[in-house]
C-alpha cells in the first residue's frame, strides 16, 4: 500500500490531522489500537478560557476559542452529530476568599468571567454559602460521539487500521517511510504517552500527567452548565449521564484508579448535591503533558519524514483541532508553525 502520510493514533490529535487531510484529498491510514484509557476516550471534552484560582486566560484563547468552536461544529456538520455545545460554568465558591477574588477580577474588565448570578437560586439541587460566579463562554467539545463517528468515517473508507504499531518493523530511508506493507511519504506520531518512549522524540521534555474521573447518573440536573466546586461536574451527551473530575498527579507509580479519588470525590458530591446521584464508572489517564506547557509540532529536524503532533496536555480539546490545522498547513503549504509549538525550538536536543 503507498500512501501520503501514515498516521499513529487517533485520539483528538489523530481525529483532528487526518480530516484536515482528507480534505485537502491526501492520501493516509490511520492505525490505532483503541486504547480504552487513551486520556481523549475518558476527558469531559472542557474547553475552558480561564485558567487556575486566578482565572487568567488561557494561552492563546481569543484565537484558540473561536477555533474551536467552528471547527467542531464543521466537523459535526459533515458527520451529522452534534460536535460541540455550549456549556458556561457555574463557578460556586468554596470560601469568601474565593468569591471577592473572583469579584475583583470580574471588575478588572476580565473577559470570561462574571458575577451575574444569573441563574438565580440553585439551592433545589445544590448547598453553597458563597455564591457563584460564571465563566463564558466555554465549550463542551463531546468526545464520547466524535471520536466513534470519526473512525467508523475512516473505516468505511479503509482509511483504519486496528492494531498495535510496533515501531521496531518502521524503517526510515532519506524519501520515504516503510513500516510491514505499507510505504509513506511521512509518519506522524500523534499517540499520546506513547512518544515519550518514542526513539525519536523521547528527549523532548514530556511531563506525563496522571488525571481521573467518574461517570455519574443524575437524573434531576439541568444539563445546561458545568458546575464547579473544585472539581468539575460536566454533562454528557446522553441525557442524565454526567462526568466529575478531575486530579493532575506528576507523580505515579501506575496507571490505576485510585480509591482516594473515588472517595473524596463521593464525599463532595454528597456534601454539594441535594438531589440523588449514582456512580457508574471510575477512569483514569495519563495525560501527555510537556514541562514548559506548550505542545510539541513539527517534523523532526534530523528525520523529515517523521513528525509529531502532540503534548496537549490538560487542553486537548481546544489545542488539537488548531495545531493539526497549522501541522497540516506546514506539511502541504510550508506555511509556519508558530514557534512556541514548533519542535524545531528542541532541534539540538532531538539531534544529539
Ligand atoms: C481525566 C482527564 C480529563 C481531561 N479533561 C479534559 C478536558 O475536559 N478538556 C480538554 O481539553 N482536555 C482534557 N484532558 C486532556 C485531553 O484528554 C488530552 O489533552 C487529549 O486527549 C490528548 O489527545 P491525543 O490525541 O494527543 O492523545 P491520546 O488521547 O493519548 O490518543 C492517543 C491515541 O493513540 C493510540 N495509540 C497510542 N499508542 C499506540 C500504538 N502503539 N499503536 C496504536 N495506537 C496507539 C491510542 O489508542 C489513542 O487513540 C483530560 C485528560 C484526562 C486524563
Redesign the pocket.
Known sequence: MQIEYLI????????WLSYFLQKEGKSFLV?????PN??????????NPVTGRRHVEVWMAEEIMPFAWKAYTGLGNELGITAISQKNIIDFFPGLQMRLSFQQRAEENANYVSLAESLGDLRTQFNYDFGYGEIKPVYT?HLETILPAWRNLLQQNNYLLE????ISQLKITVRKIEYKNIIAQKIIF?????SASNPYFRNLPFAPN????LTLEIPELPDTHIYKKGL?L?PLAAPGQWWI??NYAWKFDNENPTAEFREKTEALLKNWLKIPFTIKEH??????ATLERRPFIGLHPQHPNIGI??G?????????PFFAKQLADYLLYNKPINPEADISRFTRILTR
Not at 163 to 166: C, G, I, K, N, R
Not at 210 to 213: I, L, Q, T, V
Open positions: 499513529i493514533g487517533q485520539g483528538i490529535s489523530g481525529t492505525i490505532d489500537e483503541n486504547q487513551s486520556p481523549s476516550r475518558i476527558a469531559a471534552g472542557i474547553i467539545a492494531e498495535e504499531f510496533d500523534c499517540d499520546g504517552n506513547g496522571k488525571g481521573e474521573a468539575s460536566a473530575g478531575s477512569f483514569c489517564g495519563i495525560r501527555p503532533l502532540n496537549m496536555g490538560t487542553k486537548g480539546c481546544p489545542l488539537a
